[in-house]
């Protein structure tokens, strides 16, 4: 099960993050999982939102450039090997991950990562099959 | 010294029969070697036979950039091909380089103005020079060797870059002149203190300094760091590459070698001739000059003229220092910079769209730092870093490959970009000259 993912281009201006999470917020939206990668001159926030269509929307009214991509979220056991038993998987079945990031907050006794890979219906179709826990959009939409 | 006294310093009335007779013949040659010119006559309702003296000149029709740009490579040759001897090539403002050519007399005359523009300055043959401007493409380097040649001076051709090893030789083989871009003469009096040597005793007695607008300001401090004095060159590949003017010491204007190098002074709106002292566009025309003669050639530089005798002794005109510019165009580091370049790139890389900025700075005693910010659309944003990184490379590379300056690309937010009345501004020169 694929979710979404909310990429948005920020300078490195003081306050733009602010101005992306504020908005997000006054549109009653949340957010669930969150990284910024960072260059010298700029940076992607990359965010999971309980409401994304309309995150995207909001922000693109709001002149952010922002786009869509499709990432999983894994329910990774919370103890030591938990995150290494994962990426076994993905190393032995040749899943090459882009990026990864934490969850917010987690809703059971999992830790809750999501996944970039260069090839999310390949990696879809191993998590399924090794009976792996993928996090649902029903389930990030109601946390 | 005065390099040809009997030029430089002319009565007006003999300078003036001088110029009206070379107009006459260069009139008719143009007309019959180089169909482009020809049509352009032709258009003005002029026939060749009707420019009798200088004056008549204002019949004549301009001529610009665009029909440089229009006509390359050859359209505006009135020589033959098999009697250019040499081609320099010059970004130009969209597409097209613009390319000058030299015939064998056109290297002599070159030599000729390049040694006159040296000795105004106040270099004497027998002397050391050392030419740190680029050698190559770039009119600079050359003209400056042709020129000390032909004084019989001793050159030490070390180009532009590698800092340390300029002032090396300054040290080692003490030449009196020094020829670079201003910007590049003060960082090098930073890189000697860093080194532990001190600029003002330095070798360099006198400094000729050009390809850039500078002001007195820099003038004055290039001139106490080095201990030097510090004049200005003019020149332009178009009419020869350096040497079509050059300050004496005692630094009131440029001597223009009206001679050979005619000049005007219009109002650009209105293509009238300015009054004497007034600023407008500075108008050329080579008077002798025969692989790519022009007429009336529209330099866009602004300054203001004045044809009192010189305490120097020079009778020929002196033009002011470059006061602006009738076009966007920027110079850095010696480099002409048109955002339309830029735009052009741009436009060429696929998902970006021309919005942009270029901007300019000079941190203390540095060399000229350009950015260009480009505005990110939603077709080339990504959610990789790696992505957008390629990108800007790729950018910075293509923009880079056509202005042969460094650089830095930024990628910015939409919209981002300063606009006035609708139009983005392109510009942001920081830099106090």
């Known amino acids: 099960m694929k979710l979404t993912q909310i990429s948005v281009f920020l300078e490195n201006r003081k306050g733009r993050l602010y101005d992306v999470c504020s908005l997000l917020g006054k549109n009653n939206i949340n957010i669930r999982a969150l990284t910024i990668a960072e260059t010298e001159s700029f940076g992607v926030l990359r965010i999971v939102v309980d409401k994304s269509e309309l995150a995207i929307q909001t922000l693109r009214q709001n002149n952010f450039v922002a786009n869509l991509t499709d990432v999983v979220a894994i329910e990774v056991g919370d103890k030591p090997g938990g995150l290494a038993g994962i990426l076994k998987i993905f190393a032995d079945s040749d899943i090459n991950v882009e990026y990864m990031y934490g969850f917010v907050e987690k809703f059971s006794d999992n830790a809750l990562l999501v996944f970039r890979f260069e090839d999310t219906d390949k990696a879809v179709k191993i998590l399924t099959d090794k009976g792996v826990k993928v996090v649902t959009r029903r389930e990030i939409e109601g946390l | ?433």
Not at chain 2, 39 to 57: C, L, M, R, T, Y
Not at chain 2, 62 to 75: A, V
Not at chain 2, 163 to 188: G, N
Not at chain 2, 245 to 268: N, R, T, W
Request: charged share 30%.
């Open chain 2, 1 to 433: 010294m005065i390099w040809k006294k009997e030029i430089e310093c002319m009565q007006p009335a003999e300078l003036k029969k001088l110029q009206s007779d070379y107009l006459k013949k260069l009139i008719p040659y143009i007309h019959s070697n180089c169909p482009v010119y020809k049509k352009k006559i032709d258009d003005a309702g002029v026939k060749p036979d009707q420019i009798k003296s200088i004056d008549d000149i204002k019949r004549l029709p301009f001529t610009t950039k665009i029909d440089m740009r229009d006509n390359y490579p050859y359209g505006l040759f009135s020589a033959k091909d098999k009697d250019v001897v040499e081609i320099h090539i010059s970004s130009g403002t969209t597409g097209n380089p613009t390319l000058v050519g030299y015939t064998r007399y056109d290297v002599s005359l070159w030599s000729d103005v390049m040694a006159r523009t040296i000795c105004c300055a106040g270099g004497e043959p027998g002397e050391t020079i050392q030419i740190a401007y680029g050698y190559g493409l770039f009119t600079g380097g050359l003209g400056f060797h042709y020129g000390a040649l032909e004084m019989g001076m001793k050159i030490i051709p070390t180009s532009s870059g590698q800092t340390a090893r300029q002032l090396k030789i300054m040290q080692d083989f003490k030449p009196r002149v020094i020829a670079c871009t201003p910007s590049y003469v003060l960082y090098m009096a930073e890189e000697a203190k860093a080194m532990g040597i001190d600029p003002a005793k330095g070798n360099w007695k006198i400094g000729i300094f050009g390809a850039e607008p500078w002001s007195e300001s820099m003038r004055k401090e290039i001139e106490l760091v080095w201990n030097m004095s510090a004049t200005d060159v003019y020149g332009l590949s178009e009419i020869i590459g350096p040497g079509v003017a050059q300050e004496c010491p005692h630094k009131e204007g440029l001597h223009i070698f009206s001679d050979v190098f005619y000049p005007e002074i219009i109002d650009p709106k209105t293509d009238q001739e300015a009054k004497e002292g007034e600023s407008g566009e500075l108008v050329i025309t080579t008077l002798t000059k025969q692989a790519i003669p022009l007429i009336r050639y529209r330099t866009r530089d602004i300054v203001s003229i004045r044809y009192d005798k010189c305490k120097c002794g020079r009778t020929s005109p002196r033009i002011s220092k470059i006061k602006g510019r009738t076009d966007d165009m920027i110079i850095v580091r010696g480099i002409n910079v048109f955002p339309s370049q830029i735009e052009h790139v741009l436009l060429g890389i696929k998902g970006t769209q021309p919005h942009y900025q270029i901007i300019v700075d000079r941190k203390a005693h540095q060399l000229d730092e350009v950015e260009v910010l480009v505005e990110v659309e939603e077709k080339i944003f990504s959610d990789e870093v790696k992505k957008l990184n390629e990108l800007s490379a790729k950018i910075k590379k293509e923009i880079e490959g056509v202005l042969s300056i460094g650089v830095k690309v930024t990628l910015v937010e939409p919209k981002t970009i300063q606009r006035s009345e609708g139009k983005a501004k392109r510009i942001v020169d920081k830099r106090t000259i």
